[in-house]
């Protein structure tokens, strides 16, 4: 069945580093795929997406890129910041949303 | 922008209560949807809706109920409360295809 696997956290990195968070799903067919993120406290917002192979999406310095070969939509940004800290979930499906359990990122000053 | 409101914010209730939490949406989305997030489980689509009328059920639909009158509002019934249904619930609306669902800022239910 569709299933997305995502890394488990907690993840813990200083301000300026370097941040990946894997992401890997199976599904039929060729779904649209998103990282939403969730502050404490709010509802999810959508972060990027991206709907065909090889599409990047970008967005406040995040990028995953849709890899249908390794049905894969890894999270990355060169240069966190504290206020990047948060709960980050990738997902697809449309309309209808297939989620991974969310990746719980902390970034120290 | 109001975009997507629930109601309440936090309840707590009884087993064997019902209630009812409201969702409505001021962006004429067709879809609109519901989900319950929990520790180590990311969100888990319970019932959907593809536009006034029409509903159908998610991924783990058993205990809950739901109807759409209007394309705004999309309630969830909880009709007997059990332990098992503490959680947090968000609703979420979007247009079809392979639009961008968005979420509400959830609501947190316990049951004791």
Redesign the interface.
């Known amino acids: 069945g569709n299933s997305?696997t995502?890394m488990e956290g907690p993840v813990t990195l200083s301000e300026e580093a370097f941040l990946t968070i894997n992401c890997t799903y199976t599904a039929t067919g060729y779904?649209?795929l998103?990282w939403?993120v969730q502050y404490p406290?709010?509802?999810?917002?959508?972060l990027l997406?991206a709907?065909k192979a090889d599409d990047k999406g970008s967005n406040k310095g995040f990028e995953a890129t849709y890899r249908k070969e390794t049905t894969s939509f890894h999270l990355e940004k060169g240069s966190v910041q504290v206020s990047d800290s948060a709960v980050y979930?990738c997902?697809f499906g449309?309309?209808?949303?297939t989620?991974?359990?969310?990746t719980r990122l902390t970034i120290i000053p | 922008n109001a975009g997507v409101t629930q109601t309440p914010k936090f309840q707590v209730l009884k087993t064997g209560q019902s209630m009812t939490l409201q969702c409505a949406q001021d962006m004429n989305h067709e879809y609109m949807s519901w989900y319950r997030q929990d520790p180590g489980m990311g969100l888990r689509l319970i019932h959907y809706s593809v536009g006034a009328g029409i509903t159908d059920q998610g991924e783990v639909p058993n205990g809950y109920n739901v109807s759409r009158s209007t394309t705004e509002d999309f309630p969830l019934r909880l009709l007997s409360a059990a332990p098992s249904q503490t959680s947090v619930y968000f609703c979420a609306s979007g247009g079809r295809g392979n639009q961008p669902q968005h979420f509400g800022d959830g609501t947190r239910l316990s049951i004791l």
Do not use: A, I, M, R
């Not at chain 1, 406290?41 to 959508?46: D, V």
């Not at chain 1, 989620?99 to 969310?102: A, E, P, S």
């Open positions: 997305v995502q779904p649209s998103f939403y406290g709010e509802g999810l917002q959508l997406k709907t979930f997902s449309n309309e209808k949303l989620f991974g359990t969310g």
